[in-house]
Structures are given as structure tokens and as C-alpha cells.
Antibody
């Protein structure tokens, strides 16, 4: 079955870095765009970043631009999010999500279960 | 404050119908399709409507979506207790060059 499993969350101090991963299975990973979406517990969804199927095109939300980098390994069926200069306001559950198409401009039809990132001293 | 606005809450009795609105602008809803997501308590979001009015397989036809101008709506008929959830609209914004989510609507089925 189609599945996304995030990992890499945890507690990190402000200013430090953290790398999240998302393992994909059950579909042709290299054919689809992929997203990261985050959610502060008890609050709404915030889109973080998207990458096209071949990694050639990326876009970021304004709150993470210049600090976060989305990437993918189509041989290992893995999506990553490198987060640097972390701030307390980056504390959230981070979800990876599959796009409905190759570009990342379609809907998000499969979501992982999320991984919690806490930025605190 | 999101560039796409939803009412924070809605409520209706079982068996009745409810409509949730999503208001945007010419740079987002006015030019692009709208998707709707349902998030049950303690779970990840789930795609409910895509391309403004299409349902993924497995989504009951009690759920329907529409779009007109710079606004979109999600309609739920024959409300059931299990429909109690948070609902989010989402669309691409050409000015921001990114995706935007509405703030979410908490639906209570009384």
C-alpha cells in the first residue's frame, strides 16, 4: 500500500540544525512531486516546501526560505528536509505529503503520520 | 493570518447539511484550483476534494466542492458524528509562489 513514514524529529536547541527524512513506498516515487507541511499542535496547517519529481524545481514558504532545504533521492525513495538556524517558532509536527502530479502543483493525496520537532533550549 | 480565510468554526445537527467557505483573492483561488482536507482528531490530514470539485475514490458523495471567483466552498450533507473534524482549504498562490492553507474550520456535529 502507498505509505509515507517520516523520521528524524526530536528536541533541538535554537540556532541548531536538524534533518528530517520521509521514506516512501507503494508508488513510483520518482514520478511525483513531494511536499513538507507542518502544524503547531492545536493550530492550523502551514505549507513548508515542495519539490518536483526530478528535484529540478523547489519552492519554499516565506517563513522558512533561506533556512530550510528540501531534497530527494529517487534511488532510495526518500524525501528530506534540512533545517538550519532553527527557531522556537519552527516547533511543530512535520508531515511529508505526496503530490498528485509530477510538478508539485497538484493536490496532496497521501500524507505521512508526521514527526514532531521541538526547538527549545 | 492566512491569505486564504475560513470561518474558525461551524456546527450543525446530525442529518443536516453544512457549508464551509474559503475566501481568497485573484492571485490564489481566482486563478487556481482549490483542495479540501479533513483532519480527524489526532490524525494526519486526508484529501477530501481536489481540483475544486472532484472527489478521490472512497470519499462519500455527501462531500462536494465548488468554486466561484475568488471563493470556494465545501458542502457536507447528511452530517454524521464521524464528520466532526477540522477542515482546511488549500490552493496555489501565484504572488507568493507557494501553497497556502486556510486557517481551518472546526466542525462540530451537535
Amino acid at each position: 500500500q502507498v505509505q509515507l513514514v517520516e523520521s528524524g524529529g526530536g528536541v533541538v536547541q535554537p540556532g541548531r540544525s536538524l534533518r528530517l527524512s520521509c521514506a516512501a513506498s507503494g508508488f513510483t516515487f520518482r514520478s511525483y512531486g513531494m511536499h513538507w507541511v507542518r502544524q503547531v499542535p492545536g493550530k492550523g496547517l502551514e505549507w513548508v516546501a515542495v519539490i518536483s519529481n526530478d528535484g529540478s524545481n523547489t519552492h519554499y514558504g516565506n517563513s522558512v526560505k533561506g533556512r530550510f532545504t528540501i531534497s530527494r533521492d529517487n534511488f532510495k525513495n526518500t524525501l528530506s528536509l534540512q533545517m538550519t538556524s532553527l527557531r522556537p517558532e519552527d516547533t511543530a509536527v512535520y508531515y511529508c505529503a505526496k503530490d498528485g502530479g509530477w510538478s508539485g502543483y497538484d493536490f496532496k493525496d497521501v500524507w505521512g503520520q508526521g514527526t514532531m520537532v521541538t526547538v527549545s533550549s | 493570518q492566512s491569505v486564504v480565510t475560513q470561518p474558525p468554526s461551524a456546527s450543525e445537527a446530525p442529518g443536516r447539511s453544512v457549508t464551509i467557505s474559503c475566501s481568497g483573492s485573484s492571485s490564489n483561488i481566482g486563478r487556481n484550483a482549490v483542495d479540501w482536507y479533513q483532519q480527524l482528531p489526532g490524525t494526519a490530514p486526508n484529501l477530501l476534494i481536489y481540483n475544486s470539485n472532484e472527489r478521490p475514490s472512497g470519499v462519500p458523495d455527501r462531500f462536494s466542492g465548488s468554486k466561484s471567483g475568488t471563493s470556494a466552498s465545501l458542502a457536507i450533507s447528511g452530517l454524521q458524528p464521524e464528520d466532526e473534524a477540522d477542515y482546511y482549504c488549500a490552493t496555489w498562490d501565484d504572488s507568493l509562489n507557494g501553497w497556502v492553507f486556510g486557517g481551518g474550520t472546526k466542525l462540530t456535529v451537535l
